[in-house]
């Protein structure tokens, strides 16, 4: 009897090893984590299935090169490094691992907003520099106070769980979603200007789109609170970072605390060199549970896609 001809996967991006036993164990895989945009054009024709992270550019002309493939696997959330219809186009399958990394990220958003609230980062850098800045600091309690959620999936969902044990006031915003979902996770339904004005601290957790881009912007700032904070771990762009610097210089916002950037690395900037931010490299997925959750979940998604299986976690 022939044997039946194994399917072959390009890795472009570093992922859990156990994610590519995974792919092993149905697929010929290939792992190039440092793979250049002009070879990957150069190799793609080779392959039935490609999995990046958001490294790895997936533009048209790549999809037209990639004259067998049949998927493509993004590990973690975000799909905006590939041409989605160019896959569509092209008949080419594009899943995801939406699931994995929601703890992680809540979990850092959390840190972030406790970063800000008692100026831990500059605590630290004090205390480290043989200083003793107890009398200088003062800084705030998260309990009683409003936390106003801009989008409330995976993400938002956990993070107004740990808010609410926090015994913070959750307020959010998201037009997708129904009045009685906002009932089940303990967060009041506001419009988004009641939202900006009544928060504390504004925590977002929208994709970027052309309807997200900037939302937060110079009129958006103008309707929050004095005194506010705003903590971004979902998209780079979300936030107009000259708009964002403009008020932590006035003092309209007390504090930020960024994981993600319109560009990145953002290199050194005003932005991030301002003493009341809080910055950190995209960080949000990067734990151990987050990496390995995440390898095995697009690991299976693009076996069944090979496999012509049902799937999960289909774009197109």
Same mark, same amino acid.
């Given at each position: ?20 036993? =995974? ?20 190799? !793609? ?32 959330? =975000? /799909? ?11 008949? /080419? ?37 043989? @200083?003793?800045? @107890? ?16 989008? !409330? ?13 926090? =015994?913070? @006031? ?145 774009? /197109?």
């Amino acid at each position: 009897m022939m044997a039946v001809k194994r399917k072959k996967v390009l890795v472009a991006d570093a992922i859990s090893s156990i994610g590519v036993r =995974g792919l092993e164990e149905f697929c010929d895989v290939d792992c190039d984590y440092s793979v250049t945009a002009e070879e990957i054009m150069v190799m !793609i024709g080779n392959y039935n299935g490609l999995v990046v992270r958001s490294r790895t550019k997936v533009t048209s002309e790549l999809i037209d090169r990639g004259h067998q493939l049949e998927v493509v696997g993004r590990c973690g959330v =975000g /799909v905006d490094n590939i041409d989605i219809e160019a896959c569509k186009s092209n008949h /080419v399958l594009v899943v995801n691992s939406p699931l994995a990394s929601s703890v992680a990220v809540a979990e850092l958003t959390v840190g972030l907003m406790l970063s800000l609230a008692r100026r831990l980062p500059y605590c630290d850098r004090e205390v480290k520099a043989g @200083k003793w800045p @107890k009398s200088e600091v003062r800084g705030y309690e998260l309990y009683g106070k409003t936390l106003g959620l801009i989008a !409330i999936g995976r993400i938002g969902t956990e993070v107004a769980r740990l808010a609410n044990a926090f =015994g913070m @006031k959750v307020i959010g915003y998201d037009p997708y979603i129904s009045d009685s979902r906002f009932d089940e996770i303990d967060v009041i339904i506001e419009s988004y200007e009641e939202l900006l004005r009544q928060s504390d601290y504004i925590s977002l957790h929208a994709p970027l789109n052309e309807e997200t881009r900037g939302m937060i912007d110079v009129d958006a700032i103008s309707k929050m609170k004095d005194g506010v904070r705003i903590i971004c771990a979902a998209r780079g762009g979300l936030i107009d970072e000259n708009a964002l610097l403009h008020n932590l210089e006035s003092g309209k916002i007390a504090g930020a605390a960024l994981d993600v950037f319109e560009q990145e690395p953002p290199g050194a900037s005003k932005l991030i060199s301002h003493p009341n931010i809080v910055v950190t490299p995209h960080i949000g997925a990067q734990t151990v549970e987050a990496q390995d959750r995440a390898g095995i979940d697009v690991a299976n998604e693009v076996v069944a896609a090979l496999k012509g299986e049902s799937l999960r976690w289909r774009i /197109v």
